[in-house]
């Protein structure tokens, strides 16, 4: 399979990892859309969360605690946490991910 955030996880593709463990990582977005923007994954290739189920229950809550941790190093006191699921939401890679943005003022309704 040719996923490029698999590439990222296990290194073969370069990213400004800022944070790893044996089932997650994060990483800047090479885009970014806010002063901050990590893109957290799990390292095991799940397209989107609509692909997830019961097994990956202890994944997708460590994924929100890596994000509670993330914000808490880098005192975020606000910021936004967010999955696209499926193109029509905006998802253009294939493999589950957590936008994790700060620094700057959010929509809502985002749009
Ligand atoms: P999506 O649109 O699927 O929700 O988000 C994909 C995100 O991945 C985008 O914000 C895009 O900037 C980022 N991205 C795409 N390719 C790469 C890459 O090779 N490296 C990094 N660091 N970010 C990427
Ligand atoms: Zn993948």
Not at 23 to 28: G, I, L, R, T, Y
Request: proline residues 4%.
């Amino acid at each position: 399979m040719n996923c490029i955030f698999c590439g990222i996880a296990d290194g073969s593709v370069k990213s400004q990892l800022v944070y790893e463990d044996e089932q997650v990582v994060a990483f800047k977005d090479l885009n970014p859309q806010a002063p901050t923007h990590l893109l957290i994954i799990p390292r095991k290739h799940i397209a989107r969360l609509s692909e997830a189920d019961e097994k990956d229950a202890a994944l997708l809550g460590h994924i929100l605690l890596v994000a509670r941790k993330l914000a808490q190093d880098l005192n975020l006191k606000d910021f936004r946490l967010i999955t696209n699921n499926g193109r029509g939401a905006g998802q253009s890679v294939d493999h589950l991910h957590f936008h994790l943005m700060a620094g700057r003022r959010f929509l809502w309704p985002a749009g």
